[in-house]
């Protein structure tokens, strides 16, 4: 919220860090996000992905020595057939992230 801005002292160039829970990431394979309503979109390579017999974490390799993990079914993580190398979307809704500073 604006208020949140104001509070925190956010401005431009001002370092952040941004916080979202793993089950609130959806991903998506390639290049392009998928058209849903969650437009925060955030581009990588899917760095690993770990499948037990009923979750699945999936981590992206998003630059600068930075990761995002998102927490799935193990369906969906079979249907995706994602692996280390493969590009993939990190897509989320911007009332799950938390930012905060230092």
Do not use: Y
């Amino acid at each position: 919220t604006a208020g949140s801005v104001r509070s925190l002292g956010l401005v431009v160039g001002r370092e952040a860090i941004v916080l979202i829970k793993a089950p609130f990431v959806m991903i998506a394979p390639g290049h392009q996000p998928p058209l849903v309503s969650a437009r925060n979109c955030v581009r990588g390579i899917v760095r690993r992905a770990d499948v037990s017999a009923v979750n699945a974490e999936i981590v992206l390799d998003i630059g600068g020595d930075k990761t995002l993990a998102a927490s799935v079914t193990a369906r969906s993580a079979d249907d995706l057939k994602l692996a280390p190398g493969d590009p993939a979307c990190a897509v989320f809704d911007a009332a799950h992230v938390i930012v905060a500073i230092d």
